[in-house]
């Protein structure tokens, strides 16, 4: 059976981001959700003030939320080796678009998420060591 640690580090590097990608826009909804019911952000009538179509921006942001969960659950799920260093690499961009165009509160819910993706993920090496 294919394992990921069998692979070089980065290749399982560039295939847990693509598995992010993947997840993140695919629960993109429901962090969207969570970002309006959480952040409450402002959201005018009229499309002056944005660049781009709301639908669009919302997809946007919800990845970047979905990042902020996937990656860390992931990368410390499945990676042995370097995790810290992946995980920085990785989270760097979508923390540096979150900090450009973002608000104090989407810092918070940057790390909330993070964290909880973390903590997911110790819970699930934690049950495996203890299931051997």
Do not use: C, H
Request: net charge positive; charged share 15%.
């Amino acid at each position: 059976m294919f394992k990921l640690k069998d692979l070089p580090l980065y290749k399982q590097a560039v295939r847990v981001y693509l598995i992010t990608s993947f997840l993140s826009f695919l629960f993109s909804p429901l962090f969207t959700k969570l970002y309006i019911f959480v952040i409450n952000p402002y959201i005018p009538t009229s499309s002056l003030f944005m660049p781009i179509p709301p639908i669009l921006e919302s997809i946007i942001g919800g990845t970047l939320e979905g990042i902020y969960f996937f990656l860390p659950l992931l990368t410390f799920w499945l990676i042995k080796k370097y995790q810290w260093r992946i995980w920085f690499i990785g989270i760097s961009l979508p923390l540096l678009i979150d900090i450009v165009s973002g608000s104090r509160k989407d810092i918070y819910l940057a790390f909330g998420l993070t964290v909880a993706g973390w903590l997911l993920a110790q819970m699930i090496l934690l049950f495996r060591r203890t299931g051997k």
